[in-house]
């Protein structure tokens, strides 16, 4: 076959595909469906492993064969199984309308084992349950609308979406919660529409809460979710209102305000809303010669230039209040301004700084300066009158309104103010310093800051390193307040102070070990004659450092141990001193070398040496007639950082027990001798060894059997064996001699 497709372009292309069929001839027929197609329904909330349809396939004639049936193509996902057997079709999993509303499956039929098939196409409608509520794509909205919009005009439209089909999917639309009568909805498009004409002033915004519902069976509602959609509407405002002005139309200010000075508030209202209500300030006339600066946004007026009563005393400015809106419209005042006279012409001090000294400590009434001050006004404003302004210390002092005396009120203490600024005022319009200087006497002892000092220094301190700057106070001036410093009591020459500074200093290396701690006293005295002083206890506590290394009792230690002891028995306990504290003096023990077996443990903190192991006297000797030996290298060591060791030998001797026999160097000797050799001649030489150590090892022999006639001698401490008679060949031709080595 050749198939061609074409494309539906305005001019098509197209492209063939050449397809070859071939028949296969097969052993039989196959079975074959009652239909080409099947369709079924089935809802979507169907529970698992419900029936859906059944299919069935016919056997040709006179088969014997039994048919099946499987799923061939179609269910990806698994939703569907069919009974081999019967044909029957059941749901395998949860459908669902909105993920597929229509499988088709693919199902073939065979006969027992035979590779011929047959098949049909199986629809499968998935059918829609309401099971979705509408749901609003956008949760709120805010729009804003004119007054003058007519009733009809839609505003806005809701709009949600349903997952579901067919009515399960038509929504309805219903406003839940409205604040007035002004709008209503179209329950099937959604549009919001105006009932009424509404006003910015009657209410500015309305907030409506749509709700959406489908026309299931039974109904859903967005409301199921907690779903809603809240629209805000904003009416916009008109400028229908004019601004009217609140303040005041009078105003006053003296004749000596400077320049920026505020002079009056102008304050207009506008009900609109936004721009419509916005407003600016203007002056209109009344201004010509700019003294007077009015803020256009706050409405605040201050002066420009300096004013003159004498020149003018009255400004009448006609000021304007006007909105943003549009068109804008606008309110006027007119604006009366007092200009206010004041004594242009000030008493004048004969000096501006009055400088003085008095000693402190002094009774009240001590007389300290005498101002003057001249006024070329007349009349009321030249008679002068002093006075004290208040400030810091003024109580202290006392002036003569009249005759501008001071003299002072109280006893002065230097330490508590030393200088005094004081103003004074004729008619609180002149004013001169007074600059007062109270002079000191030797009232206070120098103070330490503690009563007592402990620090803690560490003993490899270099000589010379500070530890401590001390510092005391002496509230005195000059001489009387300089403080020097000076230590008593002993200090073992280990520390100085610097007189001056106050700071402790080392004076050689310190050693915790020749003493841990120092107590002495510092001493402050300042300069005057009648040398005043305080003192502070100061507690020197000297901190440890690993400068000690741990020393054995001994360099060497001897012990001896029984061979074939059973394992962790004590040998001997060794013993170290660490001159340090803590961590630092804390020693910890182990063998460094000469344990290469693991013979041997040491307890770490006690110090106990001890067998780890059974030991062999033999195996530990060289040779059989000297004594067995380990020679182990212990290392003590403290826990300080860095840790410091030292070492000591330990000479072992494993003392040998009678645990071996004795062993012929072979267990059979043949040796061969003429019948004429002589008696006393050297017949033969046993030999035996025995591994054990001293008398242990003292091997004698003895014939035992096979000498009844004595024809030989065996030399018990040597082993020579000896003729003692003679051979004859002939009578006897071999001895059988058994030698005993004990």
Request: one cysteine or more; a negative charge; aromatic letters at 6%.
């Amino acid at each position: 076959l050749t198939v061609s497709a074409w494309d539906g372009g305005g001019l098509p292309s197209a492209t063939n595909a050449a397809i070859t069929v071939n028949i296969l001839r097969t052993a039989l027929a196959p079975a074959i469906f009652e239909r080409s197609r099947y369709t079924f329904s089935v809802p979507e909330d169907t529970p698992e492993d419900s029936p859906v349809g059944t299919v069935k396939a016919r056997e040709p004639p006179n088969s014997l064969e039994v048919v099946s049936y499987r799923i061939s193509s179609g269910d990806p996902h698994g939703r569907f199984s069919i009974d081999p057997q019967f044909g029957i079709i059941r749901t395998k999993k949860q459908l669902d309308h909105e993920t597929q509303s229509v499988v088709v499956l693919t199902i073939q039929s065979h006969l027992g084992n035979s590779p011929a098939y047959s098949s049909t196409q199986v629809n499968v409608s998935v059918i829609d349950v309401n099971d979705n509520p509408p749901v609003f794509l956008t949760k709120s909205d805010k729009v804003t609308i004119s007054h003058t919009q007519p009733p009809g005009t839609a505003v806005y439209i809701a709009h949600a979406e349903d997952k579901d089909s067919g009515l399960n999917g038509v929504i309805k639309y219903s406003i839940t919660s409205k604040q007035s009568n002004a709008f209503s909805i179209d329950p099937s498009l959604g549009v919001i529409n105006l009932t009424r004409t509404v006003f910015a002033d009657e209410q500015q915004e309305y907030t409506l809460h749509i709700a959406a519902e489908d026309c299931g069976s039974p109904p859903l509602t967005s409301l199921l979710i907690l779903d809603s959609l809240a629209v805000k509407i904003v009416i916009l405002d008109i400028n229908d209102n004019s601004p009217s002005f609140t303040s005041s139309p009078l105003s006053y200010v003296m004749e000596d305000a400077e320049v920026g000075f505020l002079v009056h508030h102008i304050i207009a209202k506008d009900p609109d809303e936004g721009r419509n209500g916005q407003v600016t300030y203007h002056i209109l006339s009344g201004n010509e010669n700019k003294a007077f600066v009015l803020d256009k946004i706050t409405g605040l007026l201050t002066t420009a230039q300096l004013l003159d009563r004498e020149i003018q005393e009255r400004y009448s400015l006609t000021v304007t209040a006007l909105d943003d809106g549009s068109p804008a419209l606008s309110a006027t005042q007119v604006l009366t301004i007092i200009v206010l006279d004041v004594n242009d012409e000030t008493p004048i001090f004969l000096k501006q700084l009055y400088e003085t000294a008095v000693r402190e400590n002094q009774d009240p009434g001590e007389f300290v300066i005498k101002v003057e001050a001249v006024d070329r006004d007349a009349g009321l404003n030249s008679l002068l009158q002093y006075e004290i302004l208040p400030g810091t210390g003024y109580e202290k002092f006392r002036m003569n309104l009249d005759s501008g005396e001071v003299v002072t009120t109280a006893s002065l203490d230097r330490e508590t103010q030393e200088v005094f600024s004081i103003k004074g005022s004729p008619s609180r319009s002149s004013t001169a310093q007074l600059y007062l200087t109270v002079l000191d006497e030797n009232d206070h002892n120098p103070l330490f800051a503690k009563t007592q000092y402990q620090i803690s220094v560490r003993e490899d301190l270099e000589e010379g390193s500070a530890i401590l700057d001390l510092f005391a106070s002496d509230k005195d001036d000059g001489l009387n307040g300089e403080v020097t410093y000076s230590l008593i009591d002993d200090t073992f020459g280990a520390f100085a102070v610097d007189s001056v500074t106050g700071s402790i200093v080392t004076t050689k290396m310190l050693d915790r070990e020749t003493k841990s701690q120092y107590i002495f006293r510092a001493v402050a005295s300042d300069c005057s004659t009648h040398l005043p002083r305080s003192t502070t206890v100061m507690t020197v506590l000297i901190q440890d450092v690993n400068d000690n290394v741990p020393r054995f009792e001994q360099s060497s230690y001897k012990a001896s141990v029984w061979e074939g002891q059973s394992p962790k028995t004590d040998i001997i306990q060794v013993f170290a001193t660490d001159l340090d504290s803590g961590l630092n003096g804390e020693i910890e023990y182990s063998i460094l070398s000469g344990n290469e077996n693991a013979a041997f443990l040491i307890d770490s903190s006690r110090g106990i040496l001890a067998t780890n192991t059974g030991l062999d006297h033999e195996n530990t000797s060289s040779y059989r007639e000297t004594a067995a030996s380990h020679r182990l290298v212990l290392l003590a060591s403290d826990r300080g950082t860095p840790s410091l060791n030292s070492t000591a030998t330990v000479l072992i001797t494993v003392l040998d027990i009678n645990d071996n026999p004795p062993l012929f160097s072979s267990p059979e000797y043949h040796i061969h001798v003429k019948e004429s050799i002589p008696v006393g001649s050297h017949v033969a030489q046993v030999s035996a060894n025995d591994c054990d150590a001293g008398t242990n090892a003292e091997i004698t022999y003895a014939i035992i059997s096979g000498n009844d006639r004595g024809h030989f001698h065996l030399d018990g401490k040597t082993g020579s064996v000896d003729l003692m008679k003679t051979l004859d060949y002939e009578d006897t031709m071999k001895f059988t001699l058994v030698i005993q080595a004990t």
